[in-house]
């Protein structure tokens, strides 16, 4: 005799603008996306560091630390049990990295759109840069040959 049970999935959670994340995937998904961000840091609600950075790396690895120093922050989500979402008064999202009393809040100082433009128009000035140093490496190269034919 054969029973079919029920499909009970739960489906997957729908988190727009507030809500706490506890999948390290999603919460580094949401995290990579971060550019340059004010960031503060406390213990049991007193404040502990407080500054401007830039998230350099986000990753999953339960063997290395979340480093912030040097105006940079990489972040390992393994070294926090939840993100929430938040969001100010004037309606900006932030993330609050939560671990035993401590909380890493983190403020966008831009948005992912922005630092999409920010690193596309980063590479395209290294394209042109190199187009500049190639042409002018060939112009330099047709001189020495036109000089040694004399």
Known sequence: MSHHLPDTRIPAPCIINTGIIVNKLDMRRLLADLGRVHYIYTHEGQLQSEGDGDVMEVFANPQRSTLVANHALYLNVHSFDYLELKQSLQQETYFDLMQEGMCLRLIP????????????????????????????????????DTSDSF
């Open 109 to 144: 100082l831009s948005t992912p759109l922005q630092e999409r433009r920010e690193r596309n128009l980063n590479v395209s000035a290294i394209e042109a840069m190199m187009e500049q140093v190639l042409s002018a490496k060939w112009d330099a190269e047709i001189d020495d």
